[in-house]
Structures are given as structure tokens and as C-alpha cells.
């Protein structure tokens, strides 16, 4: 058994088994209204304000997903409760694809008579 053969192994026994490493997800293709749910290793990143955006928070993070999962940027997914948007995909030698996510959360504000309040 080659190398090859049992890292493929560990990704779907090991890192993509929910009572490890992974969690379900669910994506949402580009222009496609159906969700398929997937097994994904999510991490976040500390989160930053987009002040060019308006006074926003912007949420971002890495998944890891099986290499036989399609994903392409501008697809969405709703992880842990929150839908966000894929910006980059890049497959990795380990049998899985990586891809970048982010969310904008901006800020309410409440426009009253003669201006922002």
C-alpha cells in the first residue's frame, strides 16, 4: 500500500469523521438554490473591521473539505449557523481541497430625521 493510498485513508476515516476533527456543513452552489450538506474542518480567523465597507465586521476562515467535493469561489455555505462566501479554492496534496471564506457583518444604524442617529 503506497503512501498515497493511506493518506487518502486517514482523510476519510479520521480528519473528516464528525467525532473527530470535522462537522457537517452545508453548501449552497453559485446560482443554485439546493443545499447538499458536507464533512469540512473549519477553522476561523480572528475576525477585522472594514471601515472602507462602512463600519463592518469581517469574519474569516479556512475549510477543508474531500478532494471528490466541488467547490468554486463565489459558492456559499452556512457554517455553524452563519452563511458565507468562498473566495478562494486551492486543491492540496493530501486528498482534500482548501478553500477561504468570509462574512461582512455590518453595522446597524438607525437614520433618523437629518441623519444617521
Not at 94 to 112: D, L, P, Q, Y
Request: hydrophobic share 40%.
Amino acid at each position: 500500500m503506497s503512501l498515497k493510498s493511506l493518506i487518502s485513508g486517514d482523510v476519510s476515516n479520521v480528519f473528516m469523521n464528525t467525532s473527530e476533527f470535522a462537522e457537517t456543513i452545508t453548501r449552497f452552489p453559485h446560482n443554485v438554490g439546493a443545499g447538499v450538506q458536507v464533512t469540512a474542518i473549519i477553522a476561523i480567523e480572528d475576525g477585522e473591521t472594514d471601515e472602507e465597507a462602512g463600519k463592518a465586521h469581517v469574519h474569516i476562515g479556512t475549510a477543508l473539505v474531500e478532494d471528490s467535493v466541488i467547490v468554486k469561489v463565489r459558492d456559499r455555505f452556512t457554517i455553524r449557523g452563519d452563511s458565507v462566501q468562498v473566495t478562494k479554492v486551492k486543491k492540496t496534496t493530501a486528498g482534500m481541497i482548501k478553500f477561504w471564506w468570509k462574512r461582512v457583518e455590518h453595522e446597524s444604524r438607525t437614520v433618523g430625521f437629518g441623519g444617521v442617529l
